[in-house]
T-cell receptor, first 115, second 113 residues
């Protein structure tokens, strides 16, 4: 099955700096890669995603890049703000034994933005 | 757009008891997913429905777990004879069958004592 590894597990940056979180995946058939932000006591919130036919996608201060050959993708947050502090999860849509797809998540990165 | 809702938000139960959680997806979404999330980990897929049909079940879903979506709208997840290892956050998500994007509810935190 799919294995998604995420690092770093914790990341502390100063307000206004950039933050980068990286993930690798194992299943070359994975074709969709979302990123979720989870605040304490809440469910994961979809913040950006990318499909395998695209190399980069940007939405205001956040961007995601995908390298299919190397099987890794990254989340970039620029001009970080204290409200960006949360746990971020990457995921990959992989094919299960039945041929259907399910999301496999990384283990999360706790981002802390220091004011 | 009311989003995905889950009830209850918290449940404390004694080992051996049965518990049931409910998920109401976004109204126009025909796919519904259940995940389990333990402390410090990402969500793990349990099962999903397209309309009322349960199309996929993870190996994580033991015989003590059962999920239903009788009318293709809300879903219930029941855990029988709970064990301490069942303590986790149970998350529900929904999507359109034709789209990849999954939207999560706030989760039900289960504590088994």
């Amino acid at each position: 099955g799919e294995n998604v590894e995420q690092h770093p597990s914790t990341l502390s940056v100063q307000e206004g700096d950039s933050a980068v979180i990286k993930c690798t995946y194992s299943d070359s058939a994975s074709n969709y890669f979302p990123w979720y932000k989870q605040e304490l006591g809440k469910g994961p919130q979809l913040i950006i995603d990318i499909r395998s036919n695209v190399g980069e996608k940007k939405d205001q201060r956040i961007a995601v890049t995908l390298n299919k050959t190397a099987k890794h993708f990254s989340l970039h947050i620029t001009e970080t703000q204290p409200e960006d502090s949360a746990v971020y999860f990457c995921a990959a849509s992989s094919v299960m034994d039945t041929g259907r797809r399910a999301l496999t998540f990384g283990s999360g990165t706790r981002l802390q933005v220091q004011p | 757009d009311t989003g995905v809702s889950q009830n209850p938000r918290h449940k404390i139960t004694k080992r051996g008891q049965n518990v049931t959680f409910r998920c109401d997806p976004i109204s126009e979404h025909n796919r519904l997913y259940w995940y389990r999330q333990t402390l410090g980990q990402g969500p793990e897929f349990l099962t999903y429905f397209q309309n009322e049909a349960q199309l996929e079940k993870s190996r994580l879903l033991s015989d003590r777990f059962s999920a239903e979506r009788p009318k293709g709208s809300f879903s219930t997840l029941e855990i029988q004879r709970t064990e301490q290892g069942d303590s986790a956050m149970y998350l529900c998500a929904s999507s359109w069958a034709g789209n990849y994007e999954q939207y999560f509810g706030p989760g039900t935190r289960l504590t088994v004592t």
